[in-house]
Nanobody, 123 residues
Framework: VQLVESGGGLVQAGGSLRLSCAASGRTFSGRTLGWIRRAPGKERVFVAAVLWSDGVTYYADSVKGRFTIFRDDAKTTVYLQMNNLKPEDTAVYYC?????????????????WGQGTQVTVSS
């Protein structure tokens, strides 16, 4: 399985970014694709997830209403649209995948990971 993220960068507070995760190497039916972030000096934290087969989504409370996760079946790509960014959103963002749709906040349940993309939000 390969997960390749792109789209990170530097943005001012209130701005927007769209992250992409190109997925390949297996069928993703029955799997969840998620975005997880690690802020400097902190643990990895779940951000958002989408169930590949039907597009059902789930978000951390901290990003609900600001971030949107969606997938493109034809391109086998998952996106994270991030609006109204805040300095506390600064982190390395990872795309990851796992089986099933339960206990999505448990980051150790994700078995394949991308290399990460840096998002920096200035105040």
């Amino acid at each position: 399985v390969q997960l390749v993220e792109s789209g990170g960068g530097l943005v001012q507070a209130g701005g927007s970014l769209r992250l992409s995760c190109a997925a390949s190497g297996r069928t993703f039916s029955g799997r969840t694709l998620g975005w997880i972030r690690r802020a400097p000096g902190k643990e990895r934290v779940f951000v958002a997830a989408v169930l590949w087969s039907d597009g059902v989504t789930y978000y951390a409370d901290s990003v609900k209403g600001r971030f949107t996760i969606f997938r493109d079946d034809a391109k086998t790509t998952v996106y994270l649209q991030m609006n109204n960014l805040k300095p506390e959103d600064t982190a390395v963002y990872y795309c990851a995948t796992r089986l099933g749709w339960s206990n999505l906040r448990a980051v150790d349940e994700y078995d394949y990971w991308g290399q990460g993309t840096q998002v920096t939000v200035s105040s």
